[in-house]
């Protein structure tokens, strides 16, 4: 049994019986770890406060090597997000980024970039509006560091570029489709502006990313139903949105 130590995001808990919690951390040195927190439903648990959805915490705990489960040792908030998470709007959203982030990311596979883009996620959306903007941006970043984000510069078909201003079409697999090559099986037309709002997910910081979506909520929603449908894809089942969840 070892004794290990992350900085880390609390993601979710439920109950294991009348008096312990199982916990869920994203940590920045271990990736996704579940713990069993012993007492931390008990009024006068040692853990107070800081097991609160999407706080960010120094977490110790042991691990034993054929156990999924860790015994968490001590939790030491560093920055609450009660405030925000208390909003149902900000809790649903949130806790569909955390969703999608424990479906993805294997147990105890540590993953520095993941782990930064989430922590800038949480703290982009200043309002409600801002919310479908991080849900998009944390969807396209999660598929793009998974390996499933399509390339929507280069025709499916030809391996053509396509230009900034040409016609283009999604087709089966999710690829994009130039003018020239499109054919009737399409899947739908894709717009200039829905293409720009793509390129700048990968371009723009999650904040920045936020700002410049406003006045673009109707592309924002495009291109998340289709990361949504490739999510769906790699999972093998429906996934509910902040918004349906909301």
Known sequence: MSLKESEALVIKSYNLSEADRIVVFFTREFGVVRG?????????????????????????????????????????LTRSRFGTASDPAFLAAFSYIGDLLTDFAPPHDADETLYRMITACLAAPENERDLSAVQLYFE??????????????????CGRTIGDNEAAT??????????????????????????EVFRNVQALSPQDFV???????????????????????????????????R
């Open 211 to 245: 700002e410049y979506s406003h006045g673009r909520n109707d592309s924002v929603a495009m291109i998340s139903s289709v990361m949504k449908r490739i999510i769906a894809g790699v999972l093998g089942r429906e996934v509910a949105s902040g918004d349906s969840l």
């Open 140 to 157: 396209l970043w999660l598929l793009r560091l998974s390996g499933y984000l399509p390339d929507w510069l280069r025709c499916g078909s």
């Open 36 to 76: 069993v927190a012993k007492g931390a439903k008990r009024l006068k648990s040692r853990f107070g406060s800081t097991l609160e959805p999407f706080s960010t915490v120094n977490l110790s705990y042991f691990q034993k090597d054929d156990r999924e489960l860790v015994s968490i040792q001590q939790v030491e």
């Open 170 to 195: 999604i087709v089966s697999g999710f690829q994009l489709q130039c003018g020239t090559c499109r054919k009737s099986y399409a899947i739908g037309e894709i717009s200039t502006e829905d293409r």
